[in-house]
């Protein structure tokens, strides 16, 4: 069952790609928000587990390996109805590596 946090997740991936870390800060904008990140992420593989969105490994040099959310087809029909035309299929495939923001030096 989806909460409305839940379509306003979709929402904000059905505009772009976000990371749990925005998810998190986007979610003060959210009908009810996040307490961390940890939940986020939960959550985050809960609706990956439904079908709704994609989790796409980021490449980092940090310890801990961050992943890039999208929605997919299922997840835009969730959202648009059953009825409605998809986006081109770019709009559901993995961010390319040139696209990804540059990680900060220490």
């Known amino acids: ?3 409305d946090r ?3 997740v ?5 505009r772009t790609p976000a990371t749990a870390p925005l998810i998190l800060k986007a979610s003060g ?3 009810e928000s996040f307490e961390d990140l940890r939940r986020v992420r939960e959550r985050m593989q809960a609706l990956a587990g439904g079908g709704w969105v994609r989790s796409t490994p980021m490449a980092t040099t940090s310890r801990q390996a961050a992943s890039w959310y999208r929605l997919t087809p299922e997840g835009y029909r ?3 109805g059953a009825d409605s035309v998809l986006p081109h299929k770019t709009f559901f495939m993995p961010l390319p590596p040139s696209l990804l923001p540059a990680e900060r030096g220490p």
């Open 6 to 8: 839940d379509r306003d």
């Open 10 to 14: 979709l929402r904000l991936l059905d």
């Open 78 to 80: 969730l959202l648009h």
């Open 29 to 31: 904008c959210f009908a």
């Open 1 to 3: 069952m989806l909460k």
